[in-house]
């Protein structure tokens, strides 16, 4: 067993396009319509093959409150692995990425968290060998 698909709730599946090519580096994999939304997967260009993130529409009564509640409480909805967190918290902050919390250490994992835009809270990580 392995992870094929994970998603993240969207406020906008264009806007969040953008922000996880753009900026965080992902490759756009799927674009159905689906509807009024789309079915709307990213993948790392290093994997293309690899698990899929789906932009998922946050449309329904509970997403909401939920991405509210996770936020407030400054809990990141997942995490992306990067080879060295400090490098590319530089190169996102340079890019006008905000985060919510610089370079962390702990341990042997370093961790940073971002807002990506669209409701979300994204650690990026990295972990020392």
């Known amino acids: 067993m392995r992870i094929h698909l994970s998603s993240v709730f969207v406020d906008d599946q264009e806007k969040a396009l953008r922000f996880y090519t753009d900026v965080l580096g992902f490759v756009k994999?799927?674009?159905v319509p689906v509807g009024a939304d789309r079915w709307l997967t990213v993948v790392s260009p290093e994997a293309p093959d690899g698990s899929e993130l789906l932009l998922e529409p946050?449309?329904?009564?509970?997403?909401?409150?939920?991405?509210t509640a996770l936020v407030r409480d400054g809990i990141p909805a997942t995490s992306f692995a990067v080879d060295d967190v400090h490098?590319?918290?530089g190169r996102l902050r340079e890019?006008?990425?905000?985060?919510?919390?610089?370079?962390m250490e702990r341990g042997p994992v370093t961790t940073a968290v971002l807002d990506d835009t669209c409701g979300n809270l994204i650690q990026i990580m990295h972990i020392r060998a």
Do not use: R, S
């Not at 946050?58 to 991405?67: N, W």
């Open 95 to 103: 890019l006008g990425v905000h985060f919510t919390q610089e370079p």
């Open 29 to 31: 994999k799927a674009d």
């Open 58 to 67: 946050d449309g329904h009564p509970a997403v909401k409150p939920y991405k």
């Open 87 to 89: 490098t590319e918290f």
